[in-house]
């Protein structure tokens, strides 16, 4: 039951999967995010919610380096994976996105088959040594996704065939073919309908059994039935962080009640 | 925080439910006050007038419970806005217990209306009736204040209520000793004032859902409690 509670869950406090600290992102002149110091546990999902603009998806971003494609944007400050910075200059970026997988709003399967899109990470990355164990790496993930019933027997099928809420879940197959560790989604059902909604969010449920899973939602309700915890954020900074129930129920922050309950923020 | 929402229907909704409970609160405590007259002035008329109201606060209790189902399942309340419909419907639930307990007062009084009035009974029942009216006043006052301070008075004065309970049984049992005549009717009359203290402990109960309503949590359980009725022996009075 993902509305556990954090201490419900059995899951130790201190297993932390990222810890951020002092995090400052500017695009150009524009402060994004203002000292942002966050930790994400193993093992359960933490969902970021704010109004548009609040820094929640530039901040998802910089947990995998995606902003690093972006000559204007600079970080600061420091975000440890396992405890090891991810922003050291040792670190390959590519290999750290093998590790920090990513879900983006609107399916974006490649234009390849169903089975090439789930191969392809394993294979840049050389996971694999066979055909058989490709195989293998495919047929889990998209189990892990909770497609392969709907797909095995047209694997060589287009993935851009299938429907948007099979788009989406093979694009998550895809970022956990490459056994990642931490999954960030950035609101991964705003382009599904309810059914589908509902069955990528029971699947985020099962994922967070093996990874940390990040997720950006504007659906509040979204966030309150896939998380453990909530973190919101506001004008880039993170006004409230804590148990997702707590949020819910008794937010701290008047800031946070006023978004939460739908009033003028 | 705001106090609009931007979908100002919502407003609406919340505001019609808490419209509906005070209203509830209003004739519960006409009703509760009503009823003590009409024992003390031996006024069947009153009496029945009681006995007739309480079905339309019982209505409203159902038309609370209804609304506050439909705006939980239609507006997904969160926060202070789920506190306040799930306060909403207990207060509801306390409140038409209360205006049970006024109609059973009504009841009764009817039938000591048919018998030898015991000396000083109505005077006391009445006042009785007054502090409770009074706590279940503040309760609801607190209510709208979100006033916690309130709330934490209203808490307190039970124990009035309680001792008042305590002294009215003591002097019922001496009159039944004095003459079983009374028998009959200090049983009734101690059937009322223990729903009067009933009634108390619902306007505390209040009072405490005010105090969940804006902290977000219960009071802890350490009211001072008077001792128990029950350790209060015929060789004591």
């Known amino acids: 039951m993902n509305d556990m509670s954090r201490t419900e869950t059995g899951v130790n406090l201190t297993d932390i999967k990222i810890a951020a600290r002092k995090v400052q992102v500017h695009y150009g002149a524009n402060h994004a995010i203002k000292d942002v110091d966050v930790d994400i546990n193993d093992r359960m999902v933490t969902a970021f919610i704010g109004p548009s603009g609040c820094g929640k998806s530039t901040f998802l971003r910089c947990l995998n380096r995606m902003n690093d494609t972006i000559p204007v944007c600079r970080v600061e400050g420091e975000i440890r994976l396992d405890g090891d910075d991810i922003y050291d200059r040792r670190v390959d970026p590519v290999q750290l996105r093998a590790k920090v997988g990513m879900v983006f709003q609107k399916p974006n399967p490649f234009p390849k088959s169903i089975y090439d899109n789930v191969a392809y990470g394993p294979r840049i990355h050389g996971l694999t040594r066979s055909r058989a164990e490709l195989d293998e790496v495919v047929e889990t993930s998209l189990r892990r996704a909770a497609l392969w019933g709907e797909v095995k027997d047209r694997l060589a099928a287009p993935g851009t065939g299938l429907s948007g809420g099979q788009q989406q879940r093979l694009c998550i197959a895809r970022a956990v073919a490459t056994s990642p560790e931490v999954l960030l989604m950035d609101e991964p059902c705003s382009a599904l309908d309810p059914i589908a909604t509902a069955q990528v969010e029971e699947l985020i449920d099962e994922l967070r059994s093996r990874f940390a899973v990040v997720i950006v939602t504007h659906s509040m309700q979204q966030a309150a039935r896939v998380s453990q915890n909530t973190a919101f954020f506001h004008l880039g900074n993170l006004v409230e962080f804590g148990e997702t129930s707590q949020v819910f129920t008794n937010p701290k922050d008047p800031r946070t009640e006023s978004y939460i309950t739908g009033r003028i923020g | ?237």
Do not use: W
């Open chain 2, 1 to 237: 925080m705001n106090d609009r929402h931007i979908l100002r229907a919502f407003d609406r909704d919340l505001e019609g439910i808490q419209a509906m409970v005070m209203r509830m609160g209003g004739m519960v405590e006409t009703a509760i006050m009503e009823a003590a007259e009409a024992l003390e002035s031996r006024d069947e008329e009153q009496a029945e007038k009681v006995r007739l109201n309480d079905k339309a606060i019982d209505a409203l209790e159902e038309r609370v419970n209804e609304d506050a189902a439909r705006l939980i399942a239609l507006r997904a309340p969160t926060a202070s806005d789920l506190r306040t419909v799930l306060t909403v419907m207990k207060i509801s639930a306390s409140l038409e217990r209360v205006g049970d307990y006024a109609k059973n007062m009504a009841k009764r009084a009817n039938v000591l209306g048919q018998m030898p009035a015991v000396p000083g009974a109505g005077g006391a029942i009445r006042r009785m009736a007054r502090t409770v009216t009074d706590m279940l006043s503040h309760a609801l006052d607190a209510y709208i204040q979100r006033d916690t301070q309130l709330a934490e008075d209203v808490r307190v004065r039970d124990r009035e209520v309680d001792q008042m309970y305590n002294a009215l049984f003591r002097e019922f049992l001496t009159h039944m000793m004095e003459d079983p005549r009374n028998i009959t009717a200090c049983m009734h009359l101690h059937f009322i004032a223990k729903n009067l203290e009933r009634m108390g402990d619902h306007a505390t109960a209040i009072a405490e859902q005010v105090i969940y309503l804006v902290t977000g949590t219960l009071p802890d359980d350490d009211r001072p409690k008077v001792e128990n009725v029950t350790t209060v022996g015929v060789g004591e009075s």
